[in-house]
């Protein structure tokens, strides 16, 4: 059900594979932030030393380091702490990464979420657009720079040594902080998937408590969009799957 389909091939060497080359471009920014944090010792999902990213069959196939033999989650202390040091980096004159728009540019076609019900679909359609408008007007106190666009626990694994490790780095874009600390708010203030201790632990980590900015109710409500949105185009992918790779 992820955005991509992932493969632990021979030896510690992982593939990814985005579902259209469409793709390649957001591949290409992927390789390119890994090796920046890299150079800096940031710990972060290592690209294999291969020329990539790589097309076949329709598809675009990264290839990465494995962080550990199992996937086991880092507590949300690390998970503060990884993003209040990613927040503190200066990015690299050699990379530009893409403004952060999580619904997308004013003038992009809306998604038709054709796996959902007429009226369902009007409606999410409805709440992007408002999205897209409201989310630039938002009163943002942090200061702007790369975001991951994704930081939440999902995205932070342990390594062999239990080390944290941040993964995914699909989403990276420079735009506001307070879009990297939304879904752990959300989680614990709206859906209870964190504990209210768990939250205070990132407030005191990261050092600032999002709960408490003007703009926090519009941001969950976009990131609670945002959310609903991908689970909606999985959807629409149920009905109507890409063809296989050939044999």
Not at 65 to 70: M, Q
Not at 138 to 149: A, I, K, Q, S
Request: aromatic share 8%.
């Amino acid at each position: 059900m992820g955005s991509n389909a992932v493969f632990r091939l021979k030896g510690a060497l992982i593939a990814r594979v985005a579902p259209s080359v469409k793709l390649l471009a957001n591949a290409e920014k992927q390789i390119e932030v890994a090796r920046w944090l890299e150079s800096v010792d940031y710990p972060a999902a290592r690209a294999s030393a291969v020329a990539q990213p790589v097309e076949a069959e329709g598809r675009v196939v990264t290839f990465w380091e494995s962080v550990a033999h199992a996937t086991v989650y880092a507590p949300i202390g690390d998970v503060a702490a990884l993003i209040r040091r990613l927040h503190a980096l200066p990015l690299s004159a050699d990379i530009e990464l893409p403004e952060l728009r999580p619904f997308g540019s004013p003038d992009e076609e809306l998604p038709l979420f054709s796996g959902l019900p007429p009226t369902d679909a009007h409606f999410l359609r409805q709440r992007i657009e408002w999205a897209r408008e409201t989310f630039p007007l938002l009163p943002f106190v942090l200061p702007r720079g790369p975001v991951h666009g994704d930081a939440n626990v999902g995205n932070v694994i342990c390594d062999d040594q239990g080390r944290p490790v941040l993964i995914d780095l699909d989403a990276f874009a420079m735009g506001p902080r307070e879009w990297d600390l939304i879904q752990t708010a959300l989680f614990a203030d709206r859906l209870g998937w964190h504990s209210a201790d768990e939250y205070r632990i990132l407030v005191e980590v990261y050092g600032y408590d999002l709960t408490d900015w003007a703009g926090y109710s519009a941001l969950a409500d976009m990131r609670e969009i945002a959310m609903m949105s991908w689970l909606a185009k999985k959807a629409e992918l149920r009905r109507h799957p890409p063809p296989l790779l050939k044999p």
